[in-house]
């Protein structure tokens, strides 16, 4: 997410939310769930309040609230249903309490934070540290900040002092690729909140002895083609966003597996979309610990 901007375009909801530009009109126009600006020229504009209220929403709805329901919903009695959810889902996934380690994290303690998440790596190894606690913390903070009860600063000190961690133990990690090992392009077509599950992904595949193009930054797909050229590559890693994903994305990432002669293109942090057509050479992946097991599948796949 673009830090410091406070106005944002149906498009940005889209794109953060993973609800459809037309959807979110939708709910507007029947159930008032947003009530935004307009420019001179009648170009809907939202604030960051709003943002995090379609971010709220998106998150009930994932979770099988219908959208009859949200709506029904006051401001305090969203965030409860919020925070209530995410509280079960912590207590489903393990015994580890977000919140006791993010009290450091609220007052700025860097080195307290840092010492913290270190003991867990040191422990239990980056892999698992980051699939049991890191990655639920994340996701955690997040859900603090859409519900009001983290600053933005807070959220992204959460962010960017894991993202360096997980660079250190990139940096520290010897890479055992060959010249025969398989290789694989990162590019991440979507938004920054993904970026730190990306470097962890490319971590992984280091770890496995895979020769990895990692992309930083935002690009448009159309650039796959570009780094293609200059470096050829086995795989592709595409983070092209959560929910809605457009079947018009999808065959455009098909097409261009096809002409580069691809043996898999994985889509990171996405859900299997609803669409027509399938290929068995197009993965789609819900996060961490399902990222470790395909990635594990690509060695064996490309020595057998």
């Keep these: ?14 794109n953060f939310s993973g609800i459809k530009a037309h959807t979110i009109r939708i709910w507007e126009k029947r159930y008032n769930i947003l ?7 009648n170009i809907r504009t939202y604030n960051e309040s709003e943002l995090k209220k379609i971010l709220n929403v998106s998150f009930l709805n994932r979770n099988g609230l ?3 329901k949200i709506a029904r919903l006051n401001e305090d009695e969203l965030t409860r249903k919020v925070m209530t959810i995410s509280s079960k889902n912590d207590d489903k996934s393990n015994d580890f309490q977000p919140g006791k380690i993010l009290t450091s994290a609220i007052r700025f303690n860097e080195n307290l934070f840092r010492e913290n998440l270190t003991s867990l790596i040191k422990t239990h190894g980056l892999e698992k540290a980051y699939c049991s606690y890191i990655h639920p913390l994340l996701e955690k ?16 000190f959460v962010r960017n002092t894991i993202k360096y961690l ?18 694989v392009a990162m590019i991440n077509t979507y938004d920054n909140i993904s970026e730190n599950n990306f470097l962890f992904y490319k971590y992984v595949l280091k770890k496995l002895g895979l020769d990895v193009i990692f992309i930083g ?9 570009e780094i293609y050229k200059t470096k050829a590559f086995d795989y592709l890693i595409a983070n092209s966003g959560p929910l809605d994903f457009a079947e018009k994305k999808i065959t455009y990432f098909r097409n261009i597996g096809k002409s580069l002669m691809l043996k898999k293109i994985i889509f990171t942090d ?3 979309p609803n669409v027509s057509k399938t290929s068995d050479k197009l993965i789609y992946i819900s996060g961490p610990e399902d ?3 395909v990635a594990g599948s690509l060695v064996s796949t490309f020595l057998s």
């Design 1 to 14: 997410m673009e830090e410091g901007l406070n106005v944002f375009s149906i498009k940005d909801l889209e």
């Design 35 to 41: 009530e935004p600006d307009r420019t001179d020229s």
């Design 66 to 68: 219908k959208i009859s």
């Design 141 to 156: 903070a997040r859900i603090l900040w859409q519900t009001g009860s983290l600053s933005r600063a807070q959220e992204q």
């Design 166 to 183: 997980i660079i250190t133990e990139d940096v520290n990690l010897k890479s055992s690729a060959k010249s025969s090992a398989a290789s």
């Design 217 to 225: 930054g935002i690009l448009p797909a159309s650039e796959v083609v």
């Design 270 to 272: 996405s859900p299997t």
């Design 291 to 293: 990222f470790i097991k």
